[in-house]
């Protein structure tokens, strides 16, 4: 077993297209790790200066995980993780 | 080109209409890019120059698109000091290729500009809008 992540249409670039892959980490920083060792770029997406970039939006299950501990955050075998960019702009 | 029917640029522009000053914001969900479902979405800035959707609020209208089969075909918002083209910022934060970007400008009361963009790899391309 290992964890989902839902990658979202402008990310699937990194994934060959796939809607979902698996990873594994007991962390999200260590499963975004080893997500980028399976598809080279991504990490640089969705990570900047040791957190989460500030527009991607990261979901344990149905939690935002700003709201559990960020990229300290548990993961378990099992778990469903999906990224979302932030939908945002205005005129400033 | 976007293809979008009356009732649906209607409802955008009484959203957008109601929470001026601040910007308004949402999705008309959809399938093979056809504007259907109106999903208006809370402006999580409250911000007359700034919007972001609400990040719990998105991930439940998302996966409610996925279970569907639809996806985001319009995300619009307005502007309402300013024209209804793309800011730097929007132009930054644009993250759905393939959605249209309808911007409307509440700036004239009595004229409401409502107006298309594709925005890819920071790229805009105004697109006509066909109202049907």
Not at chain 1, 34 to 59: C, M, Q, T, W
Not at chain 2, 52 to 75: A, G, K, L, T
Request: overall charge negative.
């Amino acid at each position: 077993m290992a964890v989902e992540v839902r990658i979202p249409t402008i990310l699937r670039t990194y994934t060959g297209g796939a809607k979902a892959v698996k990873a594994e980490g007991s962390t999200l920083d260590e499963l975004i790790a080893d997500l980028e060792a399976r598809h080279p770029g991504i990490k640089e997406r969705l990570v900047e200066e040791g957190s989460l970039r500030r527009f991607v939006n990261v979901y344990l299950n149905d939690e935002d995980v700003r709201f559990l501990g960020g990229l300290e955050t548990p993961v378990s075998d099992g778990d469903t993780v999906t990224v979302l960019p932030a939908v945002a702009g205005g005129a400033r | 080109m976007l293809t979008i029917s009356r009732d649906l640029v209607d409802k955008i522009i009484e959203h957008a209409r109601k929470d001026h000053p601040d910007e308004a914001c949402g999705v008309i969900a959809g399938r093979d890019g056809v504007p259907e479902r109106f999903i208006p979405m809370e402006n999580a800035e409250r911000s007359p120059t700034f919007y972001r959707f609400d990040s719990m609020e998105q991930f439940r209208v998302w996966r409610e698109m996925d279970d569907r089969d639809e996806e985001p075909v319009v995300i619009y918002h307005s502007h309402t000091a300013t024209e209804a083209y793309p800011s730097r910022t929007d132009v930054s934060y644009a993250s759905e290729p393939n959605a249209h970007y309808v911007l409307v400008s509440t700036r004239d009361e009595n004229d409401v500009e409502f107006r298309s963009y594709r925005i890819v790899d920071g790229v805009v391309t105004e697109e006509e809008v066909r109202i049907v």
